[in-house]
């Protein structure tokens, strides 16, 4: 039976979710459903990403950035929550760290948050339902860019 080591890696490529010394990015959730945090953890932990925390409001959002900054490389921040909506959340954890890199998620029909949401900082932004691949593409570039 052949194994692995008997086919040479010619496709090897580091999972997006590393940064070049092989250690993870870390990314908070912030979303009120469970839903959305979970598929956003699987998708993000299969590039190898590290969720580094959750919370369903922007109250608890903010809250879980402090504690967390400076070791979070990214946040998702889901427009329409309880307690304290993401474009106001966004705006604190900007108050908070201006070198936050934020990428909105969003409904459709939310354009104009949305916009506001980018013309006050975020990085930038998807749109649901999560497609695996613009999930990646846009928080790599929030990342990287």
């Not at 932990?45 to 400076?70: C, M, N, Q």
């Amino acid at each position: 039976m052949k194994t692995k080591s008997d086919f040479p890696s010619i496709n090897t490529r580091r999972p997006e979710g590393q940064k070049p010394e092989g250690t993870p990015y870390r990314i908070l959730l912030v979303d009120d459903s469970m839903f959305v945090r979970k598929q956003l953890s699987q998708i993000l932990t299969s590039e190898g990403f590290e969720i580094a925390g959750e919370a369903p409001d922007g109250v608890e959002g903010l809250e879980r950035y402090k504690e967390l900054h400076p070791n979070v490389d990214a946040v998702t921040m889901d427009i329409t929550m309880p307690k304290m909506d993401g474009v106001t959340c966004l705006g604190k954890i900007l108050e908070f760290d201006k070198d936050a890199r934020i990428v909105m998620i969003s409904a459709l029909g939310k354009q104009d948050l949305v916009k506001k949401s980018i013309l006050l900082g975020a990085k930038n932004y998807i749109v649901k339902p999560l497609d695996r691949k613009k999930v990646l593409e846009r928080i790599v570039s929030a990342i990287k860019g």
